[in-house]
T-cell receptor, first 112, second 115 residues
Framework: SAVISQKPSRDICQRGTSLTIQCQVD?????MFWYRQQPGQSLTLIAT?????????ESGFVIDKFPISRPNLTFSTLTVSNMSPEDSSIYLC?????????FGQGTRLTVV | DQQVKQNSPSLSVQEGRISILNCDYT??????FLWYKKYPAEGPTFLIS?????DKNEDGRFTVFLNKSAKHLSLHIVPSQPGDSAVYFC??????????????FGTGTLLAVQP
């Protein structure tokens, strides 16, 4: 198993601003994943972050809007840029493989 | 296109009775299925999984059934306990031959177990 800490746990932000979410894992992992859960929707994969390479984004998500950093094997950040109310969601960091993924507690973002 | 569907947004069950949560999928390439449980203000936690080569997997009070021909799976919780009250997510992936370790999630079912 893995223990994942996310910061902040929640935030209320003004539209047009950016928020950076941090994800810290208690062990070294090759891949880290960022998900979004919009209200009433499923968890949707935003991107996969490998240490030492560019993140791989899923269809509908772009680097300019959701830049990701992966400076080492235990840490990653996701930035939500130029926010609008439609970005109000829970953002979750995840590690592990698809057969037993572990999640952080999530960051609840409200854009006003 | 929602590839994994949980058509019941909520379910209420009496303590001690059986809870049955349902999930349907459309992609016949999915060969591995998982259930996650999520409490408020916490991340989802892995509960139980099943490979497409099986039709049943049991772990204590939790059993997952898979009907490949119907592209349907269900999670049974027997007996249900108040601590089981949470949102349950169904997820699917392509384990063999898949390009990535991507999980496709359903929208979740909120289970409320009444004492």
């Amino acid at each position: 198993s893995a223990v994942i800490s996310q910061k902040p746990s929640r935030d209320i932000c003004q539209r047009g601003t950016s928020l950076t979410i941090q994800c810290q894992v208690d062990s070294q992992v090759t891949m880290m994943f960022w998900y979004r859960q919009q209200p009433g929707q499923s968890l949707t994969l935003i991107a996969t972050a490998n240490q030492g390479s560019e993140a791989t984004y899923e269809s509908g998500f772009v680097i300019d809007k959701f830049p990701i950093s992966r400076p080492n094997l235990t840490f990653s950040t996701l930035t939500v840029s130029n926010m609008s109310p439609e970005d109000s969601s829970i953002y979750l960091c995840s590690v592990g493989d698809a057969f037993e993924a572990f999640f952080g507690q999530g960051t609840r973002l409200t854009v006003v | 296109d929602q590839q994994v569907k949980q058509n019941s947004p909520s379910l209420s069950v009496q303590e001690g009775r059986i809870s049955i949560l349902n999930c349907d999928y459309t992609n016949s390439m999915f060969d591995y299925f998982l259930w996650y449980k999520k409490y408020p203000a916490e991340g989802p936690t892995f509960l139980i999984s099943i490979s497409s080569i099986k039709d049943k997997n049991e772990d204590g009070r939790f059993t997952v059934f898979l009907n490949k021909s119907a592209k349907h799976l269900s999670l049974h919780i027997v007996p249900s306990q108040p601590g089981d009250s949470a949102v349950y997510f169904c997820a699917a992936t392509i384990r063999y031959g898949g390009a990535t370790n991507k999980l496709i999630f359903g929208t979740g079912t909120l289970l409320a177990v009444q004492p």
